[in-house]
């Protein structure tokens, strides 16, 4: 695969993180962007079927099995972890899904070109050189493909704070994302970007579920409301990025 240090790294903390039995204490803050998974689903719905799709930083698969109700025509998964794709393997026989997985790097793929109508992610392109990355998904994409990806932002400072006080939480390499990244992503695809996870965020111990909540409701409509304007979007804590290849 012909792995940098960057990739070895990564490589290590996901082989390490997933050989865990306890999922890590952050996973309670992701109800915060419930609504951008649903935005992220919602846009899968509507595009997957007949398409032939990649898994880019598969983890264990997580999201095939919803994802294989959509109909596509051939679902492929990649990770860098070994541990991560033989349990995503194991849960694919299990559930008796029809996906393709394979211990590969990301920023250098065995894939032919033109190969994918969609590839999709969540959580790791952050974790990418970001550079090498989107110029694997464009060789990769069809004309015309798409990329959909939820990745975190590095713009808040709290957050980043946060994160500054808990470094063994996350891999020492890892970069959520900035504004010179959205750049580089202009340069190379048409993209459309919606944010996530400011008031949700901060209110987050005041609801439960936040597909049956009214207060995840009405805080997620107010954060779409502020981040209208520029001076709210730098307090999101990630986004959602839909992009079409140029």
């Given at each position: 695969m ?13 082989n390490?993180?997933?050989s ?6 952050e996973n309670?803050f992701?109800?915060a962007?419930f609504?951008?998974?649903?935005d992220?689903?919602?846009?899968l719905k ?10 880019y930083?598969?983890?264990i698969?997580?999201?095939v099995e919803?994802i294989?109700?959509f109909a ?8 860098i972890?070994?541990?991560?794709i033989?349990?995503?393997?194991k849960n694919a026989m299990?559930?008796k899904l029809e996906?393709?997985?394979s211990?590969d790097?990301?920023?250098?793929t065995q894939f ?5 109508d969609?590839?999709y992610?969540?959580?790791?392109l952050?974790?990418?050189q970001l550079?090498k990355c989107?110029?694997?998904?464009h060789?990769?994409l069809?004309?015309?493909g798409?990329?959909?990806f939820?990745?975190p932002l590095?713009?808040?400072?709290l957050i980043?704070?946060?994160r500054k006080f ?6 020492k390499?890892e ?7 959205f ?6 695809f ?5 944010y996530?996870?400011f ?8 609801y439960?579920s ?6 995840f409701k ?8 502020l981040?209208?304007?520029k ?8 986004c959602?990025?839909i992009a079409?290849?140029?």
């Amino acid at each position: 695969m012909g792995l940098t240090e960057i990739n070895i790294r990564e490589k290590d903390f996901h082989n390490k993180l997933q050989s865990k039995e306890k999922g890590r204490f952050e996973n309670i803050f992701y109800k915060a962007i419930f609504n951008a998974n649903r935005d992220f689903f919602e846009y899968l719905k509507n595009n997957a079927k007949d398409s032939k799709i990649l898994d880019y930083g598969c983890g264990i698969g997580t999201f095939v099995e919803k994802i294989a109700k959509f109909a596509p025509k051939k679902i492929f998964g990649i990770d860098i972890s070994e541990v991560s794709i033989e349990k995503a393997k194991k849960n694919a026989m299990e559930l008796k899904l029809e996906a393709e997985y394979s211990v590969d790097n990301c920023e250098n793929t065995q894939f032919e070109k033109n190969s994918f109508d969609i590839v999709y992610g969540t959580g790791i392109l952050h974790h990418l050189q970001l550079d090498k990355c989107l110029n694997e998904i464009h060789r990769i994409l069809k004309p015309e493909g798409n990329l959909v990806f939820i990745e975190p932002l590095g713009t808040n400072p709290l957050i980043n704070l946060y994160r500054k006080f808990t470094p063994k939480s996350r891999s020492k390499d890892e970069h959520p994302l900035l504004k010179k990244d959205f750049k580089n992503l202009d340069s190379k695809f048409e993209t459309n970007v919606k944010y996530y996870g400011f008031l949700t965020l901060i209110f987050l111990p005041f609801y439960g579920s936040p597909a049956n909540s009214k207060l995840f409701k009405f805080l997620a409509y107010t954060d779409q409301f502020l981040f209208k304007f520029k001076l709210f979007k730098v307090f999101a804590w990630s986004c959602l990025i839909i992009a079409k290849k140029r």
